[in-house]
């Protein structure tokens, strides 16, 4: 059975006796069904070996909550109208841009995967931090859904939304419930922990899922490193 060496920042696992140099900021790991004996640790002879790297710097998730919505909203809704609304809500443009103070913070740099959701209001909000495009847009990180009682009542946009998500929280839900939500936020946090191994992830999301992810990233041990923003345009940084 092997042994784990601590090599400063490099951790290696070794069957049989073999030496590595330390490669500060990374980490190897060989396995084999054998010894392995290589010459030298800068040539490794591995013959029926699997040979994983995995690079162990900090990595950095961004959770940014795309700007405010182009979106009239009236002042009193039927329970009807509000369903209506909330489909022309999804399908709205961003009309802001971050704020100055943070636009430099969002912005996207080399290298980074870049990530939102399906809905319209995070992808216009994605193509104004970059415009340049290398957009993944991908459904699993849509907003979690507004359960909408049928109440024969008229009350503001804002009232239908408070009263619906305590419905949704209390497990009663027309839509997407929350467990099935909270499945959701739960592969997006293992899909975002994955490629940040690989670089630094930046998600243009929204408000609740964002909170929901954010959960899950923290039960996986990472921290809230900054935050930034409240609101339209917050942006969270969580790191490991």
């Not at 784990?4 to 084999?32: D, F, P, Q």
């Not at 009236?74 to 609304?85: G, Q, V």
């Not at 592969?187 to 940040?196: G, L, V």
Request: charged share 20%.
């Amino acid at each position: 059975m092997g042994r784990a060496k601590n090599c400063g920042v490099l951790t290696v696992r070794c069957w049989g006796r073999i030496g590595l140099s330390c490669h500060k900021g990374a980490a190897w790991a060989v396995t084999s069904s054998a010894p392995v004996r290589p010459q030298t640790a800068e040539q490794l002879v591995l013959i029926g070996c699997d040979l994983v790297y995995r690079a162990t710097m900090p990595f950095r998730i961004h959770l940014v909550r795309h700007g405010k919505p182009l979106c009239h909203r009236p002042a009193m809704l039927s329970a009807d109208a509000f369903r209506r609304w909330l489909t022309v809500y999804d399908a709205a443009e961003v009309d802001d841009s971050p704020p100055a103070k943070q636009a430099a913070i969002f912005k996207p740099q080399k290298g980074q995967i870049l990530l939102c959701s399906s809905l319209r209001r995070s992808i216009s909000s994605a193509y104004l931090l970059a415009p340049e495009g290398g957009w993944q847009s991908l459904a699993l990180f849509n907003e979690a859904a507004v359960a909408v009682p049928s109440l024969p009542l008229t009350l503001p946009a804002a009232i239908w939304t408070a009263l619906g998500r305590v419905l949704w929280l209390t497990g009663w839900s027309s839509v997407e419930n929350m467990r099935e939500c909270r499945i959701r936020a739960h592969s997006a946090a293992d899909m975002m922990i994955n490629a940040a191994k690989t670089g630094e992830v930046v998600l243009v999301g929204h408000g609740w899922m964002n909170r929901m992810i954010l959960g899950e990233l923290r039960k996986r041990g990472l921290k809230v490193c900054a935050t930034s923003g409240a609101g339209y345009w917050r942006h969270v940084v969580v790191g490991g």
